[in-house]
């Protein structure tokens, strides 16, 4: 595949998942706690603060998206290994940590305040090593590179 082809693609992909990334927080999570507030009054009360804290831990979601947005500009600048691109990898890295960190303990203060249930917590647990396995991954990635990136400048500077 064509880079500049492919590079297209890629940001295809992030608007997509951007897209629906706002619908799901903007309209089908708040339909859904509606409705089951509806069918149970007792889920009523749990509505503001779950889908507040839903719409905190999508921030650092739409923000890794910018920074892979980024990341394929530079490619299609043919800078695909440049620090540049090693640090918005970095980036993501932390943000998908942050937003696990956020998430598992956001469920445990929640289950302390008893506004959470216990399958959503295990539900949340899975989700949260999902998240560990992508900012380790991401991790991996901003160093290799940074590596590539080292071994290009110096190929550059030899005749």
């Known amino acids: 595949m064509e880079q500049r082809k492919m ?3 890629l940001k295809f992909l992030v608007i997509f998942v951007a897209i629906c990334g706002l619908l799901l927080c903007a309209v089908v999570i708040p339909v859904v706690g509606k409705e089951l ?3 149970s009054p007792e889920l009523g009360k749990y509505f503001k603060p779950w889908v507040t804290f839903i719409w905190v831990l999508a ?4 923000a890794a998206l910018l920074h892979a947005w980024l990341i394929f500009s530079n490619i ?3 800078k695909a290994f440049s620090m540049e691109n090693a640090k918005h990898m970095e980036r993501i890295s932390y943000l998908a940590g942050a937003d696990t960190v956020a ?3 956001g469920n445990i203060v929640f289950l302390i305040l008893n506004v959470n249930h216990p399958s959503v917590f295990l539900i949340s647990v899975l989700i949260g090593i999902i998240g560990i396995g992508i900012s ?9 590179i940074q590596k590539a990136a080292n071994l290009q400048d ?3 500077l030899t005749i």
């Open 7 to 9: 590079v297209r693609w």
């Open 37 to 39: 507030s509806g069918i």
């Open 59 to 62: 921030i650092p979601c739409f």
């Open 76 to 78: 299609e600048k043919d």
């Open 103 to 105: 998430l598992i303990s």
């Open 136 to 144: 380790v991954g991401a991790a991996v990635l901003s160093h290799l």
């Open 154 to 156: 110096e190929n550059d």
